[in-house]
């Protein structure tokens, strides 16, 4: 996934937070993740399952 073409921002990210957040992009081997104020930055790239345990865990963390 070296340019994916599937940005999308979060739902979450509206004009009372200046519409700052981070997009995501992914395909069914690895997930992207970039800064919106900044897209041509670096990005970090993971492989899909690692970050879907990722947000499995964010989800539902324990204590």
Same mark, same amino acid.
């Given at each position: 996934?070296? %340019? /994916?073409h599937?940005? *999308? #921002?979060? =739902?979450? =990210? @509206?004009e @009372?937070? @200046?519409?700052?957040?981070?997009? &995501?992009a992914? =395909?069914?081997?690895?997930v992207? &993740? +970039?800064? =919106? #104020?900044? /897209?041509? *930055?670096?990005?970090? %790239?993971? +492989?899909? /399952?690692t970050?879907a345990?990722f947000? *499995?865990?964010?989800k539902? /963390?324990?204590t």
């Amino acid at each position: 996934m070296t %340019t /994916p073409h599937n940005w *999308r #921002k979060s =739902s979450y =990210s @509206g004009e @009372g937070d @200046g519409n700052n957040c981070l997009e &995501i992009a992914h =395909s069914t081997a690895q997930v992207a &993740i +970039r800064d =919106s #104020k900044a /897209p041509a *930055r670096a990005t970090l %790239t993971f +492989r899909a /399952p690692t970050f879907a345990t990722f947000v *499995r865990t964010l989800k539902n /963390p324990t204590t």
